[in-house]
């Protein structure tokens, strides 16, 4: 299974990025599919997930109303596109995938596979 995660780049504070994540060797729509982040010096937190089978949507408070989260099953990528982007989105963001089905964000833990993230950098 790969997980690859593009669209880092650096944005201004109000801006917008859209993040993909193309997986590979995944059942697809078995999987539900998180985005998580990790700030320097912080924990990694989820800000959003999509969860199996029902694609149920899930968000962060810190993030809800700004970020989206979207999942294809044609092309098996999911994107989050964020909106108005402030200072403390700044990290880096990781793809996660997991064969469960969720009733909120989930902890780091219980994630099967991780891509190897792409970083978002703020600036006023």
């Known amino acids: 299974v790969q997980l690859v995660e593009s669209g880092g780049a650096l944005a201004q504070t109000g801006g917008s990025l859209k993040l993909s994540c193309v997986t590979s060797?995944?059942?697809?729509?078995?999987?539900?599919i998180a985005w998580f982040r990790q700030a320097p010096g912080k924990e990694r937190e989820a800000v959003s997930c999509v969860s199996a089978p029902d694609l149920s949507q899930y968000y962060a408070d810190s993030v809800k109303g700004r970020f989206f989260i979207s999942k294809d099953y044609g092309e098996e990528t999911s994107w989050l596109q964020m909106n108005n982007l402030k200072a403390e989105d700044a990290a880096v963001y990781y793809c996660?995938?997991?064969?469960?089905?969720?009733?909120?964000?989930?902890?780091?833990?219980?994630?099967?596979?991780w891509g190897k993230g792409t970083l978002v950098t703020v600036s006023s």
């Open positions: 060797g995944l059942a697809f729509r078995d999987a539900t």
């Open positions: 996660a995938a997991m064969y469960r089905t969720l009733s909120g964000l989930p902890h780091s833990s219980l994630v099967h596979f």
